[in-house]
């Protein structure tokens, strides 16, 4: 079956790092996007990865590990409207997208 | 858990023609439904949104009378793209609101691929 897989929640400090995790088993793949969504407001476009490595934009970074499944958000300087939730989202070989729950991160002072 | 459908996955139509999607919410009740558009590797753009029983509101710059949004019932919407057109091509994607598992949620369906010929 199809399966997307990344932290319900976490939490981290103003100014540090942090990393979300998402681990996906699909039929076929044909890219990973990232998504910010404010609660109430409509997604916002982060990063799409179709082949291995790492794309930085910023104090946002993604990495993508096609043989292993695997992507990561990486947020660094972390500011306080940084709290939101990400969402890993995969396109398989269909074009259909496969949304993961998202992870709500929490930022504290 | 809940899911949203949308169908069909994908359509191909010639050019003139009008095309409808549906997107379902399945096991939850959905009191709003959210239509966005996403282009080849870029954000999803929020078209209109529509609560149960009343009008679409459409963001700016999307016509209304070329995308026709009907919300009919809490677990259907549909999308109708009206004498479409090439530029027309590209992903429609729908999201439900409701409460699902006793909680105020949002879930995405799986988009329709239209590709107007």
């Known amino acids: 079956g199809q399966n997307i897989d990344q932290p319900t929640e976490m939490t981290a400090t103003e100014g540090a790092i942090v990393q979300i995790n998402c681990t996906y088993q699909?039929?076929?793949?044909?890219?990973l996007f990232w998504y910010q969504q404010h609660a109430g407001e409509a997604p916002t476009f982060l990063s799409y990865n179709v082949l291995d490595g790492l794309e930085e934009k910023g104090r946002f970074s993604s990495f993508l590990s096609r043989s292993k499944g695997y992507s990561y958000l990486l947020l660094k300087e972390l500011q306080m409207k940084d709290s939101a939730s990400y969402l890993c989202?995969?396109?398989?070989?269909?074009?259909?997208?496969?949304w993961g729950a998202g992870t709500k991160l929490i930022i504290k002072p | 858990g809940a899911v949203v459908s949308q169908h069909p996955s994908r359509v191909i139509c010639k050019s003139g023609t009008s095309v409808k999607i549906e997107c379902r919410s399945l096991d939850f009740q959905a009191t709003t439904m959210f239509w966005y558009r996403q282009f080849p590797k870029k954000s999803l753009m929020l078209m209109a949104t529509?609560?149960?029983?009343?009008?679409?509101?459409?963001e700016q710059g999307v016509e209304k009378d070329k995308f026709l949004i009907n919300h009919a019932s809490l677990t259907l919407s549909t999308l109708t793209v009206t004498s479409a057109h090439p530029e027309d091509s590209s992903f429609y994607i729908c999201s439900a609101r409701g409460l699902a598992e006793q909680k105020e949620t949002q879930y995405f369906g799986p988009g329709t691929r239209l590709l107007v010929l």
């Open positions: 699909t039929s076929g793949f044909n890219g």
């Open positions: 989202v995969i396109m398989d070989s269909n074009y259909q997208l496969i």
């Open positions: 529509s609560n149960e029983g009343s009008k679409a509101t459409y």
